[in-house]
């Protein structure tokens, strides 16, 4: 079976797996073309913005505009933009959709008519994303796929009965209410021993800020953010409509860190209340809730726990899976 992917964001290829430059996006694709790749009988091509054509993994990545179009595809999936079919030929087109989109979004970047035209199914990463993905946007069939951190995540070596700091994380972009969490962690900090607040650049630390010990972390390679999730108690993030799946907060949850959020967009998929964290329901709670588990050890190795008893138990083998199954439904 030959499947071809579409992306046209930044240039990247499968060895930038590890590069502080992807966002969850990028590394989706990644790890979703290594694991077709191992399949018998499958042959994997990725176009997007890499200038150079380049075998990596068994998987052909090439540069997006040197496209053979006598060569046709089982099936094509595209990334994000439904224009990026245009010439491009298969009898079956997905578009694997990162975004909730409006249909007054969809339709002002150019993306109906294309629709129309190429009438592909949606690939959607979760419940809340199925949800609120609009019926004319989505009109050819949806289909739920859920994503899963990369294996160096799964296979990191946890001790369980290690507890951190009381150090916080928010490895999220900052425009997804992290000003929200910034307002709620006046009360965190005056409640809790040395708490600090570390957060993805990049944001502005106000002088009021840093006196809370609110850090900027620094944004190195995977091996860096591994590290920093390893070295924090708990992460915080309150969560955002634009978050239709938060691969921060999953790969937080592999490392066995604690979630606390308000549930906002896809987070309440993230966390199973009272047992792998907490899911506020307003600010107050969500204060409250960091502040009991900073402060009670016992309450954070019994989460710590329940996390390290469900490790592993999504990762990208199970994802290529049920990728397989909606290409052959």
């Given at each position: ?15 930038d ?5 992807l966002?969850?996006t990028?590394k ?5 073309s290594n694991?077709?790749?191992k399949?018998?009988?499958f ?10 054509k ?17 060569i ?11 224009n ?17 989109q ?11 008519v ?15 994303h ?9 009109f050819f ?39 929200v ?86 987070l ?9 964290g ?8 969500f ?43």
């Open positions: 079976m030959k499947i071809f992917f579409l992306e046209n964001s930044i240039s990247f290829n499968a060895s797996i590890n590069s502080s430059k966002g969850g990028e989706t694709l990644i790890n979703i694991e077709l790749a399949k018998i009988d042959e994997v091509k990725v176009f997007n913005k890499n200038k150079f380049q075998v990596i993994n068994n998987v052909e990545w090439n540069y997006i505009d040197y496209y053979d179009d006598n046709i595809p089982d099936v094509l999936i595209a990334f994000s933009d439904i990026l079919f245009k010439n491009y030929k298969s009898d079956k087109k997905f578009l694997w959709s990162h975004s909730i409006s249909l007054e979004k969809f339709i002002r970047k150019k993306q109906f294309s629709y129309l035209k190429h009438q592909p199914v949606l690939i959607l990463e979760g419940d809340y199925y949800k609120n993905r609009h019926l004319l946007t989505s069939g949806k289909k739920i796929l859920k994503l899963a951190p990369d294996y160096d995540f799964i296979n990191e070596e946890i001790d369980i009965n290690f507890i951190p700091d009381n150090n916080c994380i928010f490895t999220t972009k900052s425009d997804r209410n992290l000003k969490l910034t307002n709620a962690w006046n009360k965190i900090y005056s409640s809790v021993n040395n708490a600090k607040l570390y957060v993805n650049p990049p944001f502005n630390i106000t002088n009021n800020m840093s006196n809370q010990n609110i850090i900027l972390r620094e944004k190195g390679d995977k091996k860096r953010l591994i590290d920093d999730l390893k070295k924090s108690k708990l992460m915080l993030v309150p969560g955002h409509k634009g978050e239709v799946f938060c691969l921060a907060a999953e790969e937080a949850r592999e490392l066995c860190i604690p979630i606390v959020t308000m549930g906002y967009g896809s309440y998929e993230r966390v199973i209340h009272n047992e792998t907490f899911i506020a329901k307003n600010e107050n709670e204060i409250n809730f960091s502040i009991n588990l900073l402060n009670d050890n016992n309450l954070f190795l019994k989460f710590k726990r329940n996390l390290f008893n469900m490790r592993n138990s999504r990762n990208y083998s199970n994802v290529a899976d049920d990728l397989i199954k909606i290409i052959n439904n």
